[in-house]
């Protein structure tokens, strides 16, 4: 069965940092591309940033500069480090896996609000 555990949310100040993680399994965790998505109220679900297999990374423009995701394959868990956090990232992050035929997988969610 797979899981993707995400923590780290919660409440910060305009300004401020926070460090979400995303613990996997049952995925062959070294194959996938592992990823941060966000959704704010009355939006669609976007992409914050994502890193492959082999490391290549991509984030969105609106987080370039500030936000730095990272993997650890030994501990099966991706990283989000967020700094520089504005009111606009307020929003429930989701940490997704896609493995290589394609299967996307989702976890829970974790909230994030910046408060200006």
């Known amino acids: 069965q797979v899981r993707l555990v995400e923590a780290g949310g919660g409440l910060v100040q305009a300004g401020g940092s926070l460090r979400l993680s995303c613990a996997a399994s049952?995925?062959?965790?070294?194959?996938?591309?592992m990823g941060w998505y966000r959704q704010a109220p009355g939006k669609e679900r976007e992409l914050v940033a994502r890193i492959s297999r082999g490391g290549t990374i991509a984030y969105a423009d609106s987080v370039k500069g500030r936000f730095t995701i990272s993997r650890d394959n030994a501990l099966r868990t991706v990283y989000l480090q967020m700094d520089s956090l504005k009111p606009e990232d307020t929003a429930v992050y989701y940490c997704s896996s896609a493995d290589v035929i394609g299967h996307n997988y989702w976890g829970q969610g974790t909230q994030v609000t910046v408060s200006s």
């Open positions: 049952g995925i062959t965790f070294t194959m996938n591309t």
